[in-house]
C-alpha cells in the first residue's frame, strides 16, 4: 500500500469520526451548524498531524479530466458521509461496508495518481461570491466535508423527510442549499490549489 493511499485512508477516518460526533445534533440544522463549527479547529489539527507524502513529480500522459484532487476530494467527502449514514441512521453495516471497499477506496487510489486540474472545471457563473477563509489544503477540505454535511442534511428534509418539516424549515433550506452549492464549488477549486501549492512549497524546502 502506498503512502499516499495510507494518508487519505486515514483523512476519511478522522471525518467519519466527526460524523459521529455531530450525530446528537442532526435533527436541528442550527446545532448541526454550530457542532461542525465547534469540531473545526480539533480536526484541522488531527489532519495536519498526519505527515502527507510528497507526490512525485510526473507528467501526465494522458487527460486528467475529472480525476482531480479538488473533485475528488469533493467525492471522498460525499462517500464518507454516506457510508456513516448507512451505519448509524439506516443500520446497514453490509451495505456501508461494500461502499467503502469498492467506492471509497477506489476514489482513494484515484487520489493517489491525481495530476493538477489544467483549468476550473465545476465554476459556475453567478453574481454571488462566497466568503470562505482558508490558507492550507487541511482547512479546504474540512470546509468541504461539513458543507457537503449540511447539503446532506438540507436535502434530507427537502426531497426525504418533507412531510414532517414545516413551511418555514423547507424555505430556510430552499434559501440555504443553493448558497451551500455555490460555496461547494468554490472549495473544490481552493482544495485543488492548495493542495499543489504545498506539494510545491515542501518540494522546493527539500532542494
Known amino acids: 500500500m502506498c503512502q499516499l493511499h495510507d494518508y487519505f485512508r486515514q483523512i476519511a477516518a478522522i471525518h467519519s469520526d466527526v460524523l459521529n460526533t455531530l450525530a446528537q445534533h ?21 489532519t495536519t498531524h498526519i505527515q502527507r507524502p510528497i507526490p512525485e513529480p510526473k507528467t501526465p500522459t494522458r487527460g486528467v479530466g475529472l480525476n482531480t484532487i479538488g473533485l475528488l476530494s469533493d467525492r471522498l467527502t460525499i462517500l464518507v458521509i454516506k457510508e456513516w449514514f448507512l451505519r448509524h441512521h439506516h443500520h446497514d453495516n453490509d451495505r456501508a461496508t ?29 453574481l454571488h461570491q462566497p466568503t470562505i477563509h482558508v490558507t492550507r489544503w487541511e482547512e479546504a477540505f474540512y470546509d468541504l466535508f461539513a458543507t457537503n454535511v449540511l447539503i446532506w442534511h438540507g436535502q434530507e428534509i427537502c426531497y426525504v423527510n418533507t412531510g414532517d418539516a414545516s413551511i418555514e424549515q423547507l424555505q430556510n433550506y430552499m434559501r440555504w442549499v443553493p448558497k451551500l452549492n455555490i460555496q461547494r464549488d468554490e472549495l473544490i477549486q481552493r482544495c485543488e490549489q492548495l493542495y499543489w501549492q504545498a506539494s510545491r512549497e515542501r518540494v522546493e524546502y527539500l532542494i
Not at 436541528?28 to 457542532?35: D, H, I, K
Not at 461494500?98 to 472545471?121: H, N, Q, R
Open 26 to 46: 442532526w435533527s436541528s440544522q442550527e446545532a448541526l451548524y454550530t457542532a461542525i463549527l465547534q469540531q473545526r479547529d480539533d480536526a484541522i489539527a488531527q
Open 98 to 126: 461494500v461502499l467503502y471497499e469498492t467506492s471509497t477506496l477506489d476514489i482513494i487510489d484515484t487520489l493517489t495518481v491525481a495530476f493538477p486540474a489544467k483549468g476550473a472545471l465545476n465554476v459556475k457563473l453567478t
